[in-house]
């Protein structure tokens, strides 16, 4: 660290930003008040914000692993500007008691203290410490936007941003981080919960992982009740961040959900928790005459809410998956059926590092339909994603119980095409989940499809519906070329994994 004579110093000043006073141990109460004077007054009498930024700031997100001049510099002016302010910290726990879990804590500026209320919501709060595992600093008023990212000292500075969204993400990139560097695990972009079915050896507990980007209804299929009655039925666990173990299982990170209110009127689910007063909301309209209206988007199409996992339906205390079952890899597409269950785990791993969907009207009107890849359906990877998709295809190997199947939540037969709904995917999920299905292997798609889907016209759930033999076979051979070649610019990557497609 050629700038700082003590690293040790340098590394203090980061994580320890020294501030006129610092508050500590606040109660939800005393967190409440403190953000009083920005709360937009409801009949809800929900804790409601309006923010500057309304969304993350990916292009001001910078990964830095050396310190230059420049950082330096920048830092300095920050920890003085802190020196004269009041703060809070707030220390959360990221995972459960009992399992291995981190400790995160949260600097933030007092008067911005709505984004120290959300952070407290959304995880389980702790006596405050002054040790933590990851390190989170927020000046939400500070001239530059900037989002720092400094995997060394497990630390990030967020200037400029008071959108919460930003500030859980910070903290749960570097959990996900950790856990792939420290754990021997992987971080996913990945709802779970527990189906509990009836199969041909009986009633079963089943682990599932949902994946999907953002608007292929994840959150949708996470929080679904498949239509199961007793003594069938589901327990949601957790919406957005898991971490999958080398042993098979998924450790869980959020007490509580931070989900989006755009659509929620069409969720049930999530819609009774949006309107619970304990719910903490961003960026939603509230009418003149005090009503919040989550289908006006005249702020931003990307509200969002804290909302108590109490709320939601087939919720319990537990966050955890003892034994993961089944991935599903959640995508919106015009050329495959509503589900497929892949054949190795090389296939599996290939369909994660390619993070298929397309884009949605919601994101760029003019793109519809276009191809999107992210890793891993997770846009939050700090660096190396490769290591991300050999560390999935070992974890595979080493569980071979864990079935993988990927879900087409978008059309089949182009934009005009059948229509997957909601109904049709979940139940595609759960005659999947019972084993009812009655599987063939198609080898134009490298993979099972069913033979027959119980749902009404399922006929038009078929490719060769659409598209002729040799025309599906043209399309499909071409989308496999491309893939590889897409998959071919991750360097180090396991060859078996482009071979998987």
Request: glycine share 6%.
């Amino acid at each position: 660290m050629q700038f700082f004579d003590d690293y040790s110093s340098f590394s203090e000043k980061l994580r320890h930003p020294v501030s006129r006073s610092l508050l500590r141990d606040i109660t939800e109460d005393e967190l409440r008040a403190m953000a009083a004077h920005e709360r937009v007054p409801n009949n809800q009498g929900a804790s409601l914000y309006v923010t500057k930024i309304r969304s993350r700031s990916a292009a001001f997100t910078e990964v830095l692993y050396e310190t230059d001049e420049s950082l330096v510099t920048l830092l300095e002016q920050i920890w003085g500007y802190l020196r004269w302010q009041q703060m809070i910290r707030v220390t959360a726990r990221i995972g459960s008691p009992d399992r291995q879990p981190l400790f995160a804590n949260l600097y933030v500026t007092r008067r911005y203290a709505r984004i120290a209320q959300m952070f407290a919501m959304n995880f389980s709060v702790e006596l405050d410490r002054d040790y933590a595992d990851i390190v989170t600093v927020v000046v939400p008023e500070w001239h530059q936007r900037k989002i720092i990212v400094l995997p060394r000292q497990r630390v990030t500075y967020i200037l400029g941003s008071d959108y919460y969204g930003e500030t859980k993400m910070a903290t749960l990139r570097m959990a996900m981080h950790l856990g792939r560097e420290t754990m021997n695990a992987l971080g996913l972009h990945a709802g779970s919960k527990i189906i509990r079915v009836n199969t041909p050896r009986g009633l079963e507990e089943k682990g599932v992982l949902v994946f999907g980007l953002s608007g292929t209804g994840k959150t949708t299929i996470t929080t679904a009740d498949h239509g199961l009655e007793e003594p069938e039925g589901v327990e949601v666990l957790q919406d957005d961040i898991n971490i999958l173990l080398p042993n098979g299982g998924a450790l869980g990170s959020e007490a509580n959900f931070y989900i989006k209110t755009d659509n929620v009127t069409k969720q049930p689910a999530l819609l009774s928790a949006a309107r619970d007063r304990r719910a903490l909301i961003e960026n939603c309209w509230v009418d003149e005459d005090g009503e919040i209206d989550f289908d006006n988007h005249a702020i931003t199409t990307n509200g969002r809410a804290v909302v108590p996992r109490d709320a939601i339906p087939n919720t319990s205390t537990r966050i955890d998956l003892d034994r993961v079952d089944c991935l599903l890899f959640n995508m919106r597409r015009y050329d495959i059926p509503p589900i497929g269950r892949l054949t190795s785990a090389e296939q599996a791993a290939a369909c994660f590092m390619l993070g298929e969907s397309t884009i949605t009207s919601a994101e760029d009107p003019s793109r519809v339909g276009q191809a999107k890849r992210v890793v891993g359906f997770d846009p939050f990877i700090i660096d190396n994603p490769h290591i991300n998709g050999n560390r999935l295809l070992r974890i595979l190997r080493d569980n071979p119980g864990i079935r993988c199947y990927v879900l087409n939540t978008g059309r089949i037969g182009g934009r005009d095409g059948a229509n997957m709904t909601a109904e049709v995917t979940c139940s595609a999920i759960r005659e999947a989940m019972r084993e009812k299905l009655e599987w063939r292997y198609d080898d134009i798609l490298g993979y099972e499809i069913p033979k027959e889907l119980p749902v009404q016209g399922s006929a038009e759930f078929d490719p060769y519906m659409w598209y002729s033999r040799e025309e599906y076979a043209r399309m499909i051979g071409s989308l496999r070329q491309e893939r590889r070649e897409h998959l071919q610019q991750f360097k180090g990557l396991a060859p078996e994994i482009v071979d998987g497609v």
